[in-house]
């Protein structure tokens, strides 16, 4: 049964971890969702609760902004790990 709120879309959209604000990895945001995330890297190392932070670009016509997203790790697997946001901000 999935516990999920929100539907999830598929994407493979690259993104940069960090972990107080210092770039730990980086990966393929693989689906997404309203409430989070599944980020496919290579030799994930998390624990269940940490927080860390997502940077993506969120390229449009006029600008090449960043939007970095505050998450708590909710479960890791050879895959990746799997995050619930916080709340984002864009740069």
């Known amino acids: 049964m999935d516990h999920r709120w929100h539907k999830r879309h598929l994407s493979a959209i690259p993104a940069q971890l960090l972990q107080d604000s210092i770039p730990i990895g980086e990966g393929t945001i693989s689906n997404i969702s309203r409430d989070g995330m599944f980020v496919?890297?290579?030799?994930?190392?998390?624990?269940?609760?940490?927080?860390?932070?997502?940077?993506?670009?969120?390229?449009?016509?006029?600008?090449?902004?960043?939007?970095?997203?505050?998450?708590?790790?909710?479960?890791?697997?050879?895959?990746?790990?799997?995050?619930?946001?916080?709340?984002?901000?864009?740069?």
């Open 40 to 91: 496919q890297i290579s030799f994930p190392h998390f624990e269940a609760g940490s927080f860390i932070e997502v940077r993506l670009a969120a390229n449009d016509d006029e600008d090449d902004n960043e939007i970095t997203v505050p998450a708590i790790v909710v479960h890791q697997s050879q895959e990746g790990v799997g995050l619930m946001f916080k709340h984002p901000t864009v740069h």
